[in-house]
């Protein structure tokens, strides 16, 4: 089992940056795939970024790709996100999720899921 707990959402405008943890708890957290998806209001739940367990090769969605950085400390089993140049487009709740599996950009492939950390960008 693993529990994920994220954090670092908030309020910021246009232009701004925040940086997104996700504390996991449980066993073998190195070797567990980890990722983000978010839900903006209104809309499905969506891929954003994903990170392997080994490799630590790096999967991105096109809409936040040269913007968002996924990186993972095994040692402190906690994955982020770090956004830059957010838009309003970018509001949403996000989820941290784990798989124990090779990544994958599919939602129903992850096992675990985070409750969500509300980002919303004003313009």
């Known amino acids: 089992q693993v529990q994920l707990v994220e954090s670092g959402g908030g309020l910021v405008q246009a232009g701004s940056s925040l940086r997104l943890s996700c504390a996991a708890s449980?066993?073998?957290?190195?070797?567990?795939?980890m990722g983000w998806f978010r839900q903006a209001p209104g809309k499905e739940r969506e891929f954003v970024a994903a990170i392997d367990s080994y490799l630590n090769s790096l999967y991105y969605a096109d809409s936040v790709k040269d913007r968002f950085t996924i990186s993972r400390d095994n040692a402190k089993n906690t994955v982020f996100l770090q956004m830059i140049s957010l838009k309003p487009e970018d509001t949403a709740v996000y989820y941290c999720?784990?798989?124990?599996?090779?990544?994958?950009?599919?939602?129903?492939?992850?096992?675990?899921w985070g409750q969500g950390t509300q980002v919303t960008v004003s313009s």
């Open positions: 999720v784990a798989r124990g599996g090779m990544v994958s950009r599919t939602l129903s492939a992850y096992e675990y």
């Open positions: 449980g066993r073998s957290f190195s070797g567990y795939s």
